[in-house]
């Protein structure tokens, strides 16, 4: 008797787990399928890429960015109002690698006039996805994470710029390894950013190649515009490098997104898709590509532009910026690798960063950032007058600024395997 009522009881149990399981589950579709809605904007036409995916071309005035509530009234700025122009870059000569912006959609169709060609999003992209709330950025950050160092904005790291000691703030389940000036009010920034494929351990991690634009109060939370290439499976499906355009107020905790794929960033090429696929790659002791990248604020409008070698791709909108609405305070150039097995939580990762190799491996073997400028505030591109560079975890990831001659063009090179035997 005693048996027959406590295994029916547990049964009963049991049943009620199921149905809520069930309830989640539907929950939790319905969920996915109204976010799917908001974030995908009816598509003028859609292009089917040999990769399976699907670009949609999206009306210029309905895309994304303008469901951003500071956007609600904003006037479109089709170009830029100027370009500073690097007259320098014509005279460097032959060894310019050529650009790996290809992206491999184009060949399956191009958009109409009026319309920006958008990556969509697929059901399956958010079920991959942590939370939907946070569906295309990193946070929120687990409290764990958060150490003291990080939010009471003092560091035990530093580095050296114009015979200062400047305190660098790492962040938690981020191992970055940068080039970085500061001392300025700058308000553009350019690289030659070169593209690899890079090893990323597994599906919740992701590597990068770009620019960081910042401002913002010392520490963690700083806010920035980003660009370079990136490979996110979780986000992308799929383990290539992929071009992105990132963007946060608050140290990718709250607030930002990457690409379209949350409303921020307004595209206005017809021919580049965010998100889109990198081609052609570098190869070790071969042929070296690069994405050359640049990055202006707009003094008539305050939003910040981002080009691609001559294509202009869209730009982050003055309104939706705190601190960089009038300018930045540091420029970095390097690389990011997020993961939670990092920093002391072993194993480490064994996620790559940059083409995999460390940076001493120099041309041929590991990433670089070339031809890397600064435009200040008065309007001048030029070399940043000081530089120093960082690396997190010299053991798992490095960075050296390379001199072949004193008088020859700075290359900044970084990278690394991750886990190794100096990084258990
Ligand atoms: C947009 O315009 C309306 C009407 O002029 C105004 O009430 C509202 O505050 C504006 N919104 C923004 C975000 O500027
Ligand atoms: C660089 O250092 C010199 C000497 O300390 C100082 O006078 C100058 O203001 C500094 N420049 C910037 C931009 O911080």
Redesign the pocket.
Known sequence: MVVILLFSMALVVLMSCVVDVKAEATKTLSEVNRKLKLLNKPAVKSIKTEDGEIIDCVDIYKQPAFDH?????HTIQIRPSFTIQDDTSSTKGDSSPAPALSQTWQKSGSCPLGTVPIRRIRKQDLLRAASLEHFGRDGPRTSWAVNAEATNGQSRHFVHLNGSKIPIFPMPEHSTAFLVTKGYNYVGARGGINAWSPRVESADEYTTGQIWIKNGPPGINFESVEAGWMVNPKLFGGAEPRLFARWTLDGYEKTGCINLVCPGFVQTSKTIVLGGILQPLSQKNGPQYQINLMMDRDPSTGNWWLHSGNDIIGYWPG?ILSYLKNSATTIEWGGDVYSKKVKGNSPHTATAMGSGDFAAGRMGSAAYVGQYMIVDGYLRLKNPEWVDVFAEEPDCYTAVNYLATPKSEAVFYYGGPGRNPQCP
């Open positions: 509530p500071a956007l609600r009234n309104p």
